[in-house]
């Protein structure tokens, strides 16, 4: 059985499933750690933006010395951006913390885990999809709404296949 790994006494044809050694789904498994990839580099990113939010204000405004009207022009609202910057880096930085610590529950197949998670990921998709109705105009409305619903279907699609593996939590 080169081809077919044993589990238990089963052959991974019999476990669909594929629960790995340690009992943990590869499935899940593999939604963990890539939770855990994103959920690092959502807090990296969020730490990044706070830090360096006073030097993006100071760069945009002397933008906007350029013209008038430049930002008006290209459909973005200066201080609302600004102020929407600061929402989205707090619920981003959140929501990763909760989606962390929501694969570390789940890794270790605690129902929890899922309860952390839900939140962490719908909680930035909709601070997003808000802040773009009030950071943006006319065409860019319309990008940074697709990106928002965009990034909101990434965030179900990932709830909803930790839901396909909720039954394994205990």
């Not at 930002?71 to 102020?83: C, I, P, Q, S, Y």
Request: charged content about 10%; proline content about 2%.
């Amino acid at each position: 059985m080169d081809e077919l790994e044993v589990i238990d006494g089963q052959s991974s044809m019999s476990n669909p499933q594929g629960a790995s050694k340690g009992g943990i789904p590869v499935f899940l498994k593999v939604l963990c750690i890539l939770t855990f990839v994103g959920s690092g580099l959502g807090i990296l990113g969020a730490f990044i933006n706070m830090a360096t939010k006073k030097m993006t204000e100071r760069t945009f405004q002397s933008m906007n010395r350029f013209g008038s009207d430049l930002f008006d022009t290209v459909g973005f609202n200066l201080d609302e951006m600004m102020r929407w910057q600061t929402y989205m880096n707090v619920a981003n930085l959140i929501g990763a913390l909760l989606c962390l610590a929501g694969a570390l529950m789940m890794w270790r197949l605690k129902k929890i885990g899922f309860y952390l998670y839900v939140p962490g990921a719908i909680i930035p998709a909709i601070v997003s999809a808000i802040g773009v109705q009030y950071m943006m105009s006319g065409f860019m409305s319309g990008l940074g709404t697709a990106g928002a619903v965009i990034g909101g279907l990434i965030s179900v699609a990932f709830v909803i296949m930790y839901g396909l593996n909720f039954k394994h939590l205990k």
